[in-house]
């Protein structure tokens, strides 16, 4: 497999070819959400379902990439259409220098905080065909916006929230794309891997996202684009066997998470919402967590007296995606200060944070294996008709009645679900174990475990009385 992907990277055509495919596919979903709208909230409940782009990208796509990006890093990114439509307005855009605030992070936190908040509370962009698209549209104008602003690719590596969220993911990836021989690169002199005259390049291009090839060590913030290895190779000045040396090698699963430097400020702030979301959606689905989840939410809006969904969401999410968690992330914290831990809170969630990402991360995975199979058996009749509108129409009037899955799908959902929650917990104590090791937390490192213990119940039982005693 390595070897193919290597090969593959050094053809021009790839992965360009790829992502004009895949835009090609972006409009055609946006097309198919517009002409789906509808106010009629019972009608939604099944146009999501039956809409071709909601339904491709809520039930296929979205995970899809999760599950890829646990196991392969960032691949998504290096077939993302929206990076070439950036970097196309990059090189006839301004070329102004990034602020710090940019080059911070804290551009993807705010983004990612409007996009749950706003997006998913308030207008439903996972359950609504029409707002979807106009979700999609906006990624897209902003990433223009983005390019045309500033210089080279600064919408993939400092405002996308779902590269970002890929890049969190891949420190589990066991493979990772490496220089393969760092001696090669030190008797380089034409450094075309960062040579800005090959900077706007649609295929054979220099990195555009602030890395040198030589230093990455992690899988975070490379979006694979594979720009480096094909400079590399075209545009030597030397004659290197070696070249062209940047590729994909095998890393080892789970080894960057358990070898990972602390998380930064504002990357912390990003795991701690994501961590908070993935609650709520996981929680959602027992009605009996539902109803603890809901209960200070719904308790605020009725004191308050504001019948507006922007408003509810935004009350909802603040609750649901920061202040919950924030106070679940503290209580190992707390116990740890109480047993003579000398580590400060900003040292702690840095550090420590990075322990929370295999649970929050085998909670999306146990939600995206929920989506792609509840919405299996409306499938059947995408192909009759792409909008979605009659097919939802004749579900409601009873004239088509969807297929039950089979009960052995049923039971292999419900052991997955549970297995991989398992799986978070384990890798979540051993992230734990190394970053005790790494911060030298000696006199209270045990409660550390506190972590895999609190948040892996959060999940676990949930998913436990739902899927096997209701």
């Not at 090969?7 to 097309?31: H, Q």
């Not at 705010?110 to 065909?129: A, D, M, T």
């Not at 706007?200 to 890395?211: E, R, T």
């Not at 030597?236 to 040396?245: F, G, S």
Request: net charge positive.
């Amino acid at each position: 497999m390595i070897k193919a992907l290597n090969f593959l990277s050094r053809k021009t055509y790839f992965p360009v070819s790829l992502k004009i495919i895949n835009l090609f596919v972006f409009f055609v979903l946006i097309y198919y959400g517009l002409n789906a709208y509808s106010d009629d909230a019972a009608f939604i409940k099944e146009l999501r379902n039956t809409n071709l782009g909601n339904l491709v990208v809520w039930s296929v796509w979205w995970p899809i990439i999760i599950f890829l990006s646990v196991f392969f890093g960032r691949v998504w990114c290096m077939v993302c259409p929206v990076e070439t439509v950036t970097s196309f307005f990059a090189k006839i855009g301004f070329k102004l220098k990034r602020p710090k605030f940019v080059l911070s992070g804290w551009v993807i936190v705010l983004f990612y905080g409007v996009i749950l908040l706003i997006g998913i509370q308030g207008f439903s962009i996972h359950r609504n065909p029409y707002y979807m698209a106009v979700y999609m549209l906006a990624i897209l104008l902003v990433s223009i916006v983005t390019g045309i602003i500033f210089e080279k690719n600064t919408f993939c590596r400092y405002v996308c929230p779902i590269g970002y969220l890929l890049g969190v993911y891949s420190r589990f990836s066991a493979i990772g794309w490496r220089v393969k021989g760092k001696s090669t690169c030190e008797v380089c002199t034409d450094k075309s891997c960062i040579e800005n005259k090959y900077l706007y390049n649609q295929m054979d291009k220099s990195c555009g996202v602030d890395l040198y090839p030589a230093k990455i060590d992690d899988n975070v913030d490379c979006i694979l684009c594979t720009g480096c290895m094909k400079t590399c190779n075209n545009y030597k000045t030397v004659n290197i066997n070696e070249r062209p040396n940047p590729g994909f090698v095998r890393t080892g699963f789970a080894k960057g998470l358990l070898e990972s430097k602390p998380l930064r400020v504002a990357e912390m702030y990003f795991v701690l919402i994501v961590s908070g979301f993935v609650i709520s959606e996981i929680l959602s689905e027992w009605s009996v967590s539902n109803i603890y989840l809901t209960y200070f939410p719904d308790l605020l809006k009725s004191l308050l007296s504001v019948n507006n969904n922007v408003f509810n969401g935004l009350v909802y999410g603040t609750i649901s995606f920061i202040l919950l968690p924030a106070i679940l992330w503290l209580i190992p914290f707390g116990l740890s200060k109480s047993f003579g831990s000398k580590i400060k809170v900003k040292e702690y969630f840095v550090n420590y944070g990075i322990a929370f990402i295999p649970i929050v991360a085998a909670a999306h995975i146990d939600k995206a294996i929920l989506k792609i199979t509840t919405r299996l058996p409306y499938f059947e009749h995408l192909s009759k008709d792409l909008t979605g509108v009659e097919t939802a129409r004749m579900i409601i009037s009873k004239q088509i009645i969807l297929a039950k899955n089979p009960q052995w799908l049923n039971v292999f959902v419900s052991v997955s679900l549970f297995g991989v929650i398992i799986a978070g917990i384990y890798f979540s104590v051993k992230s734990v174990a190394s970053i005790n090791k790494r911060v030298g937390e000696e006199n209270a490192s045990k409660f550390y475990y506190a972590i895999p213990v609190l948040y892996g119940l959060i999940f676990i039982v949930p998913v436990l009385f739902w899927r096997f005693f209701s």
